[in-house]
């Protein structure tokens, strides 16, 4: 037997007592088993996302979520800025290529945070209609300064600011409606702690506004006719209703912690983290403004990333992330967003040491733990 962790970015670890409410015989959706459901949830996903605006909740994986904000705010031609400084960064371009857009592809290096500044230069230079970037890039462990990109944003009335915030809603502060962001896209399995499998986007007036007039074809993920049922309390088509009745149980667990508490955790985690892995004589792979939500780890010359990776995972039951593209062997990423705590660090902690030891690295045992069990001690 081996007992299993999932330190993933995604999916992440699904607590039980959302388990078991999902486990429940199943309700119809168009009854009143179910509309309370949504109509608490609603209102929920509002606290959630800090905005006033309707929330829609869609049946698909978080890129479904991404490929709705394109397709309701924008028309075939349109030129879009989209910035690229990670595996999601690219996802946001391709996709944008793929409806036929004007893509202006803003590359960032890898392990480094979007300048502002020269977003706000482009902009000036030639306006775009949107600007896609995402809150926080998993596949480097970095987090972009939305806060920012949205005051600048707000400055130019026909262009919108898109946040993929898949890995950054329910680990640190996004205010949605106070900074400008016009529509967010989040996702169930990452910090909502839920399996994979609802989308969520919210859209601010001012991209309603640029809905209104949008062309690109869009029949499933039509974010307007979404709204319309949401008010509602249902949804167009058949929602995922056990995964909504899960997220219920999520605000549950979440609502008592309050956004304040939330994010102090995960700040906290993370911190915890770095520290360890510092003081274990590995480097970070974000040079700039580490994300909250996971950290990347580069390994020493020599270790290969993917053998660190697949130990934790075989030896010991702890499914990190390796590097994707480039990265692969370089770096392995340890979530701690979502329904992660304490122990989940120590335990993460514990293991890499055990493994880079195992495999003949000078590591002392014990020494990353120690940081990290003084940061969490300390709260
Ligand atoms: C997980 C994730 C997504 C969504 O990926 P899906 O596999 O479609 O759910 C998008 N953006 C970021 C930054 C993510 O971490």
């Known amino acids: 037997m081996q007992k299993k962790y999932l330190l993933a970015p995604g999916p992440t670890a699904v607590p039980p007592e959302i388990l078991l409410a999902m486990a429940q015989p199943m309700v119809h959706h168009r009854s009143k088993d179910f509309e309370p459901i949504v109509a608490s949830v609603k209102e929920d996903l509002k606290w959630l996302f800090q905005t006033s605006q309707d929330v829609m909740i869609l049946a698909s994986s978080g890129t479904g979520g991404m490929e709705s904000a394109i397709a309701n705010v924008l028309s075939p031609g349109d030129r879009v800025i989209a910035i690229n400084g ?30 502002p500044a020269a977003i706000e230069q482009r902009l000036k230079r030639e306006p775009a209609r949107a600007v896609f970037v995402q809150a926080s890039e998993s596949s480097t462990g970095v987090a972009h300064d939305v806060k920012t990109l949205g005051a600048m944003v707000r400055n130019h009335p026909n262009t ?18 106070e900074w400008g962001l016009d529509v967010v896209v989040t996702g169930s399995q990452k910090a909502l702690m839920l399996p994979p499998g609802l989308a969520f986007v919210s859209l601010s007036e001012k991209a309603w506004g640029m809905a209104e007039k949008a062309t690109l074809p869009k029949f499933y993920f039509n974010l307007k006719r979404e709204r319309d049922n949401i008010r509602k309390n249902t949804t167009a088509y058949t929602p995922a209703i056990s995964l909504i009745i899960g997220l219920q149980k999520a605000f549950e667990l979440l609502k008592p912690e309050g956004l304040d508490g939330i994010f102090a955790r995960h700040r906290r985690l993370a ?23 996971l950290t990347a780890v580069k390994t020493p010359e020599g270790v290969d990333a993917e053998a660190v990776y697949k130990a934790l995972r075989d030896r010991y039951g702890i499914t990190t992330a390796g590097g994707q593209d480039h990265l692969k062997g370089k770096i392995f990423r340890i979530s701690h967003m979502g329904y992660a705590d304490t122990f989940d660090v120590i335990t993460a902690v514990a293991a890499v040491e055990m493994v880079l030891k195992g495999m003949g690295h000078a590591v002392t045992l014990g020494k990353g733990v120690g940081v990290a069990q003084e940061i969490l001690l300390a709260k």
């Open 86 to 115: 990670g595996k999601f960064g690219e996802r946001w371009v391709k996709m944008c290529q793929a409806y036929g857009l004007n893509v202006d592809e803003v590359k960032v290096e890898w392990g480094q945070a979007v300048d």
């Open 271 to 293: 911190r915890a983290t770095r520290e360890a892995m510092k003081a274990d004589g590995l480097e970070l792979f974000a040079k700039t403004s580490p994300s909250d939500a």
């Open 160 to 177: 919108l600011l898109v946040v993929d915030a898949v890995s950054a809603m329910g680990v640190f502060d996004l205010k949605t409606d």
